[in-house]
Nanobody, 119 residues
Framework: QLQASGGGLVQVGGSLRLSCAAS????????MGWFRRAPGKEREFVAG????????YYTDSLKDRFTISREKAENTVYLQMNSLKPEDTAVYYC??????????????WGQGTQVTVSS
């Protein structure tokens, strides 16, 4: 199971950190990451991290403001979001798959957490 948390309401320019706690299994050899879906838009890949190596990858438009990390001891993945903009408003989903997240529809999904950026 993937349990996402940390969403909320924040003003433009603010920051949020999302958390995704994994339980029930280990994700060694998997990549974990985040997608988002904004109102009226298609699902969008945000960032991914390989659990074993910690290697990260991002959608280009977000890599300067968003940082993904993982804490093995806590079995948790984080998404630090800085300089938030109204267009970052979306439901953010934690995901996991054995394949790179940009190539597949992930096998595992957590419930979404709402991020709202107000101007």
């Amino acid at each position: 199971q993937l349990q996402a948390s940390g969403g909320g309401l924040v003003q433009v320019g603010g920051s949020l950190r999302l958390s995704c706690a994994a339980s029930g299994r280990t994700f060694t050899g998997y990549t974990m990451g985040w997608f988002r879906r904004a109102p009226g838009k298609e699902r969008e890949f945000v960032a991914g991290i390989w659990w074993s190596s910690g290697s990260q990858y991002y959608t280009d438009s977000l890599k300067d403001r968003f940082t993904i990390s993982r804490e093995k001891a806590e079995n948790t993945v984080y998404l630090q979001m800085n300089s938030l903009k109204p267009e970052d408003t979306a439901v953010y989903y934690c995901t996991a798959d054995i394949n790179r997240l940009t190539l597949v529809s992930p096998q595992y999904w957590g419930q979404g957490t709402q991020v709202t950026v107000s101007s």
